[in-house]
């Protein structure tokens, strides 16, 4: 009972960590958009397309025990990708994969997904997206081996990041942006895995 209740206050340390440094990334960008003379009208319209690099931390944690929310490890971005629409100029509709790699038993594994999501610019510069989807926890494609780290799991997944374009010309632009991914999926033998991911990237936006 005692490690049930500990283990129940690390996960809620963890949300709470991630969830404050969101929450200083997003009044920062906030706080440099407010700068009027920084700001810069663009047209968007049509489709949308964004890859970003970048990394962060992730926090695993496994029903079977193997692998505990006790410890953190780095993690850098592969692949994340977005696809979309833009509604109309301030508010688009789309399709996010983010992807996180990281170690589990000496092999590499990616925690990523499949998150229909909306991004909405609140300021010219920056902008808010979120959404929930597919959550799929499998093995790193350039560390697949038979029999072993070749299982694919999937659940849900929830995701929320911001962004603030730095550079824009034409129909590009350049950002930093802060990535927050709560996900679980289910594994064999009736077990699961969640996980917390928090990520602070460069993204290439084309629309």
Known sequence: MKSIKMKTIKKQMVLKVACVAFAFVSSTTYAQNADPETTTTTQRDGFIIEFSVGGGLISLEDSKGIQTFDKSQGTFVFPDLKFGYML???????????????????????????IPSVQYWVKDRWWIHGGIGLAIDSP???????????????????????????????????????KLVLGSVSLDGDADRDAVIFNIGLGFNWL
């Open 88 to 114: 109309n100029e301030n508010l688009a509709i789309t399709a996010a994969l983010p992807g996180n790699i990281y170690e589990f038993q000496d092999n590499d594994r990616n925690f990523g997904g499949f």
């Open 140 to 178: 790193a494609l350039y560390d697949i081996k038979d029999n072993v780290n070749d299982d694919w799991n999937f659940g849900a997944a929830v995701m929320a990041s911001t962004g603030y374009e730095i550079y824009k010309k034409k129909n590009f632009a350049l950002n930093i942006q802060s």
